[in-house]
């Protein structure tokens, strides 16, 4: 399987693809990743504008960072991740080791009440 990435600045996608070997090496005990699907040197980044899936996979993106991020009035907005909650992939009503992904971990920021909300609703 390859990892397609919507070219944005930023992004180092040899650390993403060293940070997968790191996860690969490290074998870690209760992952459920099946590495020989992954094809770490397959990741790549293309523009979205020209794949819809990409797109797609922006706005799903975006719904769960705008729950995290504070706009520009100090607020964050839930509403988009509360509504994808239901499709979002799970296993045992587990969605941080599965579907969401928070880098950093939630636990190492500080975060305000408001975001603090949107974590638990992953929980």
Sequence with gaps: MAIMFSR???MNY???RDYLTRLKNKGREGSSIH???????AVDAQDH????SLQLADIVASSISSGLELDMYGNCEQRYAEILRPIIYRRDNNYLSYGIKILPNHEECELIPE???MVELWK
């Design 8 to 10: 944005r600045g930023g």
């Design 35 to 41: 590495w020989p699907v992954i094809d770490i040197s």
């Design 14 to 16: 040899n650390d993403f």
């Design 49 to 52: 504008s020209r794949n819809a």
């Design 115 to 117: 975001q603090l909300r």
